[in-house]
């Protein structure tokens, strides 16, 4: 049985099934487990970056029209890793809300629309 979730981020309504898609490396050592998640990567369009809900990694891009947004918005730099950086915290906690709501996509793609 699929599971069907809607939610709403800013003025944007995305739906999507359960299904994850894992891209961390889980490495057991003994009793310790740790995670390797690649460093954001600059790309032709935009960031690509992973972010870890439920200990589950989830590829992440959040595109250049939704990166020169929020540059405009809130001001930063014009590197488009700068500007990740910068808004880092804001990025991330909009991937995991769609990732908890189950759209699909890999990567999942953030756009401006997003960071209304």
Known sequence: M???TIVTIGNVRAAGSGSLAATTENNIEGDRMSRT???P???EDGVTFTVEVGFIGRECL????ALAHLRRKKGGQSDPLATY???ED???SVARRLV?????G???VLGAAYFV
């Not at 959040?62 to 029209?65: E, F, L």
């Not at 908890?100 to 699909?104: C, L, P, Y």
């Open 90 to 92: 804001e990025i991330h």
């Open 85 to 87: 950086r910068s808004f």
């Open 62 to 65: 959040v595109s250049k029209n």
């Open 2 to 4: 699929a599971l069907s």
């Open 37 to 39: 998640i690649a460093e």
């Open 41 to 43: 990567r600059v790309g």
């Open 106 to 108: 890999t990567p999942l």
């Open 100 to 104: 908890v709501a189950g759209v699909s």
